[in-house]
């Protein structure tokens, strides 16, 4: 709903409602924005400090899931209605990648 | 519309076909292409079959046997057998949930020509010096160090096909998701969508791991890579997991499919609803989820651990819980109904036991410790031909007499029918049970002879007379097809009188336009209920208004042609030819260049109007 454009013709578009709607969207990207820019702060800082790698990597890699969810679901809109497919398939995919990865890494390269 | 009544030259026909974007006519390129390369894959299986037949023969040699061997399961399952269920797809589908074509009809055009210059180019290693020779599942080494370019026309033939095959599925998956009829519900969809459905995720998900597989394979064979070369760091067992994550999927790729014309066909002639439904859904759905959990069950004996094989053990058994509701579900359907045996309910009928004997063996074979003992012998040769021929094809062969009349308009005689189908039944069982004996007998898989008095002889005689009774079968059906075109005998709407689903409810074959109006569903096996209520059509959802139809466009030809010149470049590229850089640029040029000419030109398709929708004979408005 909320993703649709403001200057639509419709007559029965409640325009009060729907600039709520987007400064409240706004305000959420801006906060996500924020935070993706704070974490991949983090992130260089994690490599400057010079800790293990073995601690550094996976904590980077975390650090980038939660971007890409950031990135999904603020920036993509897969928060709205109407996304149901779209996340079932991403989802579906991601099973299927990261099955992959988890037997490549147990039976094939260790 | 007057564009059916209009007789056309041969000149406008092929224009017609070679531009077309109407999902009804790439089904028939789709049937055409497919049907040819079946032939091919059968003409090969035949050549197998005369060298097996004594033992010591030399009908052909050991090179042209592995690729023989080779092309025939390439060509069976990428070229004949999965654009020949695309073609039911293309056919049906966008009828079933009461769509005007598919999402992409533009795309769904590229994935048809991507697929046919794929597969031309994979068939023309036989002129050029060698076709591939390494098995369908092209395992690395022995791929990676196969002379000439046979390996090569494999690599790129499927690469470009693939990306076919890929688009194709996105496309219906956009379709089913978003172009269903007003009261199409997920669950008033007929089994049929709901497996090419599940179907297309299953494409969506298992292509990449090829594409990706396929060009790595490409680099080390063109490029100088080594993924697959232990010496230099790389990992052989790669190219088998990247294949079977395809591999194994692709199997459910053909088979979900099948099973879902056969629910379609149990249905019909048993005039009764599908029983069950809600649980073939589930079942459906399962399959495919489990369908990726497993592909490790085809590398047993690679030594991937105890632990590993015992889980890909579990999971593929599992898979068996799923088939065994949908093979009950069936049995239910056809108990307590009036059941008609026309050709389709025999190849229905006869598919139940074909398949469980499949099933069976594939459940002994995923018994990890027992399948050292099977692996590559003839018992798995067996098996997979139990589960493909006896599913897949035996689908195959139902459609198109099912959907014939939908297709072509006329119906396919029904006593030709079922002497193909007895031939081919027999057939079946003659060629591949002893071969379940064969293997367990000591025969290995891909060997190009055997000696006398190894207690093989006459289990190969056997089988190679079974070959011959499908080839006869093939060849009747054949007669079929020509004796019908011929007589050309036109017929209505719901010619089996059973129809249940929206398809049925259209003439056959349908206005280019599919519906004058969106039909109203207003439940499972929508046309049949309306039938129930006395009614001889649909109620419509919307009043007659124009139709937005797309334009024709010869680009998606050109697009794919790009790419198959593209390919040679590639190939001689390895032989220092002069000409081979030049010639992969101005490939990739026309593909690009025609991509640019889609993306700035504007094409807003066209518009029938209102007032030519009336003009025709029935007139679509109703009170």
């Known amino acids: 709903m909320a993703n649709q454009q403001l ?24 906060v996500s924005f924020a935070l993706m820019i704070f974490l991949t702060l983090i992130a260089f800082a994690a490599v400057a400090i010079k800790f293990n790698p073995w601690y550094t990597a996976p904590f980077i890699i975390l650090l980038a899931v939660v971007q890409v969810i950031f990135q999904v679901y603020y920036f993509m809109h897969m928060s709205h209605k109407g996304h149901e497919a779209p996340s079932l398939f991403l989802y579906s995919g991601l099973l299927v990648g990261l099955l992959t990865i988890l037997t490549f890494s147990t039976i094939v390269w260790w | 519309m007057s564009t059916y009544t209009q007789k056309k030259g041969f000149g406008a026909t092929l224009w017609d076909y070679l531009t077309t974007v109407d999902h009804k006519k790439i089904a028939i390129l789709y049937f055409i292409a497919g049907g040819f390369f079946f032939l091919v894959g059968g003409i090969e299986a035949i050549f197998i079959r005369i060298q097996l037949a004594v033992p010591n023969n030399d009908f052909v040699s050991a090179g042209v046997y592995n690729e023989i061997m080779t092309m025939h399961g390439t060509t069976m399952i990428f070229l004949a057998a999965m654009p020949l269920i695309f073609a039911f797809m293309n056919a049906v589908m966008p009828l079933q949930i009461g769509a005007r074509d598919v999402a992409f009809p533009f795309v769904n055009a590229i994935s048809f020509w991507m697929f046919f210059f794929g597969g031309v180019f994979l068939n023309l290693g036989w002129f050029l010096g060698g076709a591939p020779d390494a098995g369908w599942t092209n395992y690395a080494s022995l791929a990676t160090h196969s002379k000439g370019h046979g390996v090569d026309f494999y690599v790129i033939g499927l690469q470009i096909s693939g990306f076919g095959t890929l688009m194709g599925g996105i496309n219906f998956l956009a379709t089913i998701i978003n172009m269903r009829a007003p009261g199409m519900t997920y669950m008033r969809m007929p089994l049929f969508t709901w497996t090419t459905f599940v179907t297309s995720a299953l494409i969506l998900f298992a292509f990449p791991p090829l594409t990706v597989g396929l060009f790595l394979m490409m680099f080390d064979r063109m490029f100088g890579a080594k993924f697959f070369e232990v010496a230099m760091g790389g990992n052989t067992v790669i190219w088998e997991h990247l294949f079977w994550i395809f591999g194994h999927p692709e199997v459910y790729i053909l088979i979900l499919p099948a099973f879902g014309i056969f629910s379609e066909t149990f249905a019909i002639f048993s005039r009764k609803r599908l029983f069950g439904y809600s649980s073939m859904v589930f079942a459906t759905v399962l399959i495919g989820f489990l369908g990726f959990m497993v592909w490790a069950h085809h590398m047993f004996t690679d030594g991937l651990g105890p632990v590993a094989n015992a889980i890909f053990a579990v999971a593929t058994m599992a898979i068996g819980v799923p088939t065994g509701i949908k093979i009950f579900n069936w049995l239910f359907t056809m108990w307590g109904g009036s059941v008609k045996f026309t050709t389709p309910m025999h190849y229905a009928f006869a598919f139940i036991p074909s398949f469980v004997i499949g099933g069976v063996t594939g459940v002994m074979l995923a018994s990890a410790a027992a399948d050292y003992q099977y692996h590559d012998t003839y018992f798995v040769v067996a098996h997979f031909h139990y589960v493909i021929v006896g599913g897949v094809v035996f ?70 007379i079974g070959a011959a ?67 001889t059509g649909m109620t419509p959802a919307e009043p007659l208004g124009d139709i937005h139809m797309p334009n024709s466009s010869i680009l998606p030809f050109i697009m794919a042609f790009g790419l198959f010149i593209a390919a040679f470049g590639v190939m001689y590229h390895v032989n220092d030819k002069p000409w081979a850089l030049p010639v992969m640029i101005i490939g990739l040029l026309i593909t690009l260049g025609s991509m640019l000419i889609r993306s700035v030109k504007d094409d807003h398709g066209f518009h029938i109007h209102k007032e030519d929708l009336i003009d025709n004979n029935n007139k679509g408005v109703k009170a």
């Open chain 2, 395 to 464: 689908a195959l062969l139902c459609g198109t007499h099912l959907y014939w009349p939908k297709m072509f308009g006329t119906m396919l005689n029904e006593t030709l029918g079922k002497i193909t189908f007895w031939l081919f039944f027999i057939g079946f069982h003659l060629t591949f049970f002893i071969q379940h004996f064969l293997g367990l007998w000591g025969m290995p898989r891909r060997v190009f002879t055997y000696l006398p008095g190894q207690g093989l002889n006459n289990g190969n005689l056997i089988s190679s």
């Open chain 1, 7 to 30: 200057n639509s013709g419709n007559q029965r578009v409640d325009i009060e409602y729907r600039r709520r709607k987007s400064a409240e969207e706004m305000r959420y990207q801006i």
């Open chain 2, 469 to 535: 009774f499908m080839a006869v079968a093939v060849l009747i059906l054949l007669l079929n097809v020509i004796i019908t075109s011929v007589k050309n005998e036109k017929v209505g709407n719901d010619p089996w009188g059973d129809g249940r689903t929206l398809e049925w409810s259209v003439s056959s074959p349908p206005p280019f336009y599919n519906f004058k109006q969106l039909p109203l569903v207003r439940g499972l096996d929508a046309y049949w209920l309306e039938k129930m209520e006395g009614k």
